[in-house]
T-cell receptor, first 116, second 113 residues
Framework: DAGVIQSPRHEVTEMGQEVTLRCKPI?????LFWYRQTMMRGLELLIY????????DSGMPEDRFSAKMPNASFSTLKIQPSEPRDSAVYFC??????????????FGPGTRLTVL | DAKTTQPTSMDCAEGRAANLPCNHS???????VYWYRQIHSQGPQYIIH???NNETNEMASLIITEDRKSSTLILPHATLRDTAVYYC??????????????FGQGTTLQVKP
């Protein structure tokens, strides 16, 4: 398996523009997570899905952020309009529920977003 | 979920064992200890987890004290490729909250030749 795939790997945009980040989880995984990482705040969970349904979006910073998972093999994180403070590395991760104690998440390579 | 405390940074000589401590003094009986690491410019990677017994896999060993208030991740023979930020995470093994991991600041381990 190719692992979690994210695109684009790098994105540079101007303030006010719409940004769409994409993620393809590992086939067969039933959980998908979106994280954001900055030097100031570290690694933060934004939202996660189970079987394509959003379970917890309490980490989504504001209404400018939205995430969708239309099917088991694809998810998007959209920022509209983007602001310079959204500059960060965005990670997507997926996992397969095997037991309540087992929480191995597989992370993608990340998308480095720069908003000018 | 219980809060964890880790040293900000540590050094280790290549080939020697790296012992990374984690304090979780407020851990509850149903909370598990997870370790992840993040090599520079990559996504985090799962290492190991445990509840009360010591655990070992191909990557590392996890030693949990009897009172479960602290644990140590052991990399038996550290290599330069083990240089990374190591995160200790404590979370409830509940089916209602299966997904959520809260990452702290972690320990930056520098393996030196």
């Amino acid at each position: 398996d190719a692992g979690v795939i994210q695109s684009p790997r790098h994105e540079v945009t101007e303030m006010g523009q719409e940004v769409t980040l994409r993620c393809k989880p590992i086939s067969g995984h039933d959980y998908l997570f979106w994280y954001r990482q900055t030097m100031m705040r570290g690694l933060e969970l934004l939202i996660y899905f189970n079987n394509n349904v959003p379970i917890d979006d309490s980490g989504m910073p504001e209404d400018r952020f939205s995430a969708k998972m239309p099917n088991a093999s694809f998810s998007t994180l959209k920022i509209q309009p983007s602001e310079p403070r959204d500059s960060a590395v965005y990670f997507c991760a997926s996992s397969f529920y095997r037991a309540r104690s087992y929480n191995e998440q597989f992370f993608g390579p990340g998308t480095r977003l720069t908003v000018l | 979920d219980a809060k964890t405390t880790q040293p900000t940074s540590m050094d280790c000589a290549e080939g020697r064992a790296a012992n990374l401590p984690c304090n979780h003094s407020t851990i509850s009986g149903n909370e598990y200890v997870y370790w992840y690491r993040q090599i520079h410019s990559q996504g985090p990677q799962y290492i190991i987890h445990g509840l009360k017994n010591n655990e070992t896999n191909e990557m590392a060993s996890l030693i949990i004290t009897e009172d479960r208030k602290s644990s140590t991740l052991i990399l038996p023979h550290a290599t330069l490729r083990d240089t990374a930020v190591y995160y200790c995470i404590v979370r409830v093994g509940s089916s209602s909250n299966t997904g959520k991991l809260i990452f702290g600041q972690g320990t930056t381990l520098q393996v030196k030749p």
